[in-house]
């Protein structure tokens, strides 16, 4: 486990590729992982939404984590999805992370949660991994949404529970309040969404981004000309020029994974090299066609002065 006070940078999440037959393709898993530590990823999430987490058996999502700590090596912290159908499925998750040595946990409240349930699924979590906990606050049919205020008074209340997620409806909003109500007690607020948000979020005082790893030198480009801007007199982060036109040639990629999503991911992932097929276990209903790999194939040649890294 690496010695992390506060996590902070591009959380990197690989896409657990398969091969012909839909069986995870272990190779290319590893060169997803390295090729995000070689474009300089701060950190390493895995398995989440964007690792397809949900179609992954039990046993698949554990090994997928495992490996994933094997590769980075305490290079970088890895944060582990926990995220489940019931909290005794998160909580045997949990309790498998901090046996594998994982920095930390991330978990969405099971679908259909509300109230009570939502503050015992995160304190079960806290209470058996005692490590760091993210809540991951989405937004259906990913997960539900958690409310601010219950947000507010875990941070507040509720030991290890100390970073958020936030990829709900207005996450910068959102994250203004969170640290103005928590008074210091949340320790992190990072975005997802591909980073579409970033900048807002920055500006508003986020520590990071935990986007799909398909551009990750990208990524990181876009996050070390944020995190030169310094601070201004209100307290705000500063978003510097380079910064804004750093996101602005991103946004085409952004936009069509938000269309594609995983199949996105996957799609830039194959055209890059990296793993053997862009195959998922998502519904079809999302696959691209052959005009839309011309639009993606064009995306990237013109991101090109950003997609450095090299695997």
Request: hydrophobic share 40%.
């Amino acid at each position: 486990m690496t010695n992390i006070s506060q996590f902070r940078g591009v959380y990197a999440i690989p896409v657990t590729p398969f091969n012909e037959d839909l069986s995870v393709d272990w190779k290319s898993l590893r060169r997803c992982i390295e090729f995000s530590v070689e474009a300089g990823a701060h950190g390493i999430v895995l398995p989440v939404n964007a690792s397809e987490g949900p179609y992954l058996t039990d046993y698949e999502r554990k090994q997928v984590l495992k490996v994933g700590i094997e590769v980075v090596s305490d290079s970088i912290p890895v944060v582990a999805g926990v995220s489940g159908a019931s909290t005794a499925v998160s909580v045997e998750l949990t309790k498998n992370a901090a046996e594998l040595g994982a920095d930390s946990v991330m978990a969405m409240p099971p679908n259909g949660a509300a109230g009570q349930i939502i503050w015992d699924h995160y304190a079960a979590i806290a209470e058996n991994g005692k490590l760091p906990v993210w809540i991951q606050n989405n937004k259906p049919p990913a997960g539900p949404v958690v409310p601010t205020n219950t947000m507010v008074n875990l941070i507040n209340e509720v030991e290890y529970v100390d970073y958020v997620k936030e990829e709900s409806y207005l996450p910068g909003q959102i994250m203004t309040e969170l640290i103005s109500k928590t008074k210091g007690m949340v320790k992190g607020l990072m975005g997802g969404m591909g980073g579409r948000y970033l900048v807002d979020e920055y500006r508003r005082g986020s520590c990071g981004t935990m986007p799909a790893g398909h551009i990750t030198d990208a990524h990181v480009k876009l996050w070390s000309a944020l995190d030169s801007g310094g601070i201004d007199q209100e307290g705000l982060q500063i978003v510097t020029d380079e910064a804004r036109s750093i996101w602005e040639q991103m946004i085409p990629s952004l936009n069509f994974e938000f269309m594609f999503g995983a199949n996105a991911y996957k799609a830039a992932y194959w055209r890059r090299g990296i793993i053997k097929t862009p195959l998922t276990r998502i519904p079809a209903n999302k696959a691209l066609d052959k005009l839309d790999y011309q639009e993606l194939d064009t995306i990237l040649a013109r991101m090109s002065p950003l997609l450095t890294a090299k695997i």
